[in-house]
């Protein structure tokens, strides 16, 4: 098999809880990945906030 994170060639020795990557360390990798494309969407500012809500006592 082929590791899609490591480019490494291995075969079914790998933990079968880490297919379809090499190692627990690549599918974390990939998901730690994953999870970076999805929290670095740009945050857009709060301009939906009604600005009396600033003002209030
Ligand atoms: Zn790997």
């Known amino acids: ?3 899609p994170i490591c480019d490494k060639e291995f075969d079914e020795n790998a933990p079968k809880a880490a ?3 090499c190692s ?3 599918k ?3 998901a ?3 999870l ?3 929290y670095s969407l740009p945050i857009e ?3 939906d906030v009604p600005s009396e809500a600033f003002y209030e006592p």
């Open 24 to 26: 627990m360390r690549c």
């Open 1 to 3: 098999m082929h590791c």
């Open 28 to 30: 974390l990798i990939d």
């Open 32 to 34: 730690a990945r994953w």
């Open 36 to 38: 970076d494309e999805k």
């Open 45 to 47: 500012p709060g301009d």
């Open 19 to 21: 297919l379809p990557f």
